[in-house]
């Protein structure tokens, strides 16, 4: 666990991680980008290099474990907003 | 010779777009806070402002984590909207005002404010709601908006953010820099988001703290200037630093105010919902 982790504050380990995380979660501000994250999750995760612990919480959705792998809640809020293919 | 107008404070839950373009002010729970407006558009088409400064947040859509500025202005011609995750939106154009865009540039520089521009923006829900709910055209948020629009990004996104005494005094030297602007404007400046909330979570509404602040923010805003963003968070949620752009509105429309509408909504979303029209000329309304 991250120590002292709390939403809108400031956190110098969490600040250096993430990057590719959030990348991947700013790039599904595009139509085609959701549909081919939706299509393909594991290999959409891959293409942004992701790293074992960012690609765990991208696919729990779990807001506490996206915030631990540096992810940035404006970013990570997109997830929710693609739609899962019928 | 230019001169601030008006400011107005007003919260800009994604649902209340999505209401107005389903044309369903009157029927939603929250319908109130439509119905606060009524006021504000009284005022409109007697002050007529034609520059509309929006200071907001960023939800993740025109800056990303690999330049992010901490206070940001649109110097462009226009600016447009984008797909923000909920879908490809109706293309719209907001016009620019480049020549007082420029001129608060040149005038923050000169009082030490190192403001970041920018020629090009994607124009976020943030400040696009705002200017919807003033000028609510067809009633369904996809008219024009018949005024120039200068937007003004306040970073809510990278901690650490700047703090709500900087916000005070950048509020400050907007209204100095466009009492100094030659040309004519009459200018509302639109503090856009808040009131407590947090992305994702029921029960961060503070009402207290909320009607403290519409409370503050008309009689004593150094009050406000006064928290740190931490303490803001603990007491509003982590959205709550929202209140950033309500605190750079008034201290650009700084001054006795008279408060021409005033509403506190509970809830909209999961969000204190609130708006706030101040007029610096004294008029009761």
């Known amino acids: 666990m991250v120590q002292d982790l709390q939403l809108g504050k400031f956190n110098s380990v969490v600040a250096q991680k993430g990057y590719a995380l959030n990348k991947l979660c700013y790039s599904l501000n595009k139509a085609k980008n959701r549909a081919a994250f939706a299509a393909d999750e594991d290999g959409y995760c891959a293409r942004f290099g992701l790293n074992e612990e960012e690609q765990a919480a991208v696919k729990s959705r779990d807001k506490r474990a996206l915030m631990e792998a540096g992810g940035n809640m404006y970013f990570f809020a997109k997830l929710d907003r693609v739609r899962r293919p019928a | ?285």
């Not at chain 2, 107005?20 to 319908?31: L, P, R, Y």
């Not at chain 2, 929006?54 to 025109?62: A, E």
């Not at chain 2, 909920?86 to 480049?98: D, K, V, Y």
């Not at chain 2, 040149?106 to 943030?126: K, P, V």
Request: proline share 6%; glycine share 10%; net charge negative.
């Open chain 2, 1 to 285: 010779m230019a001169r601030i107008v008006g400011g107005l404070g007003t919260s800009h839950v994604p649902i209340i777009g999505r209401t107005m373009a389903a044309g369903k002010q009157a029927s939603v729970s929250f319908a109130p806070f439509f119905a606060s407006f009524a006021p504000v558009h009284d005022w409109i088409a007697r002050v007529r402002p034609d520059i509309a400064i929006v200071l907001y947040n960023d939800h993740g859509l025109n800056f990303f984590l690999d330049n992010m500025p901490t206070f940001a202005i649109g110097v462009g011609h226009s600016y447009h909207n984008e797909d923000e995750g909920w879908g490809e939106p109706a293309p719209r154009l907001f016009r620019g005002a480049p020549d007082l865009s420029w001129h608060i540039v040149q005038s923050l520089i000169a009082e030490e404010f190192d403001i970041s521009t920018c020629r090009d923006m994607a124009f976020d829900h943030a400040g696009i709601t705002a200017l919807d709910l003033v000028w609510p055209g067809d009633g369904v948020g996809h008219g024009d908006i018949p005024v120039a629009v200068i937007p003004l990004v306040v970073n809510a996104v990278q901690p650490p953010f700047p703090t709500p005494l900087r916000c005070y005094k950048l509020g400050h030297a907007i209204g100095r820099a466009i009492n100094s602007f030659a040309g004519d404007a009459r200018v509302l400046v639109i503090g856009s988001g808040g009131l407590s909330h947090e992305l994702g979570q029921s029960g961060k509404i503070n009402r207290d703290f909320d009607l403290l602040c519409m409370d503050k923010i008309v009689s004593d805003p150094a009050f406000l200037a006064r928290y740190s963003n931490d303490e803001i968070v603990d007491l509003a949620g982590a959205q709550g630093l929202e209140l950033m752009n309500w605190i750079v509105m008034r201290g650009a429309v700084s001054g006795d105010v008279s408060v021409v509408a005033s509403h506190y909504e509970l809830p909209i979303s999961h969000t204190g919902g609130a708006m706030m029209l101040l007029d610096p000329n004294g008029k009761d309304h």
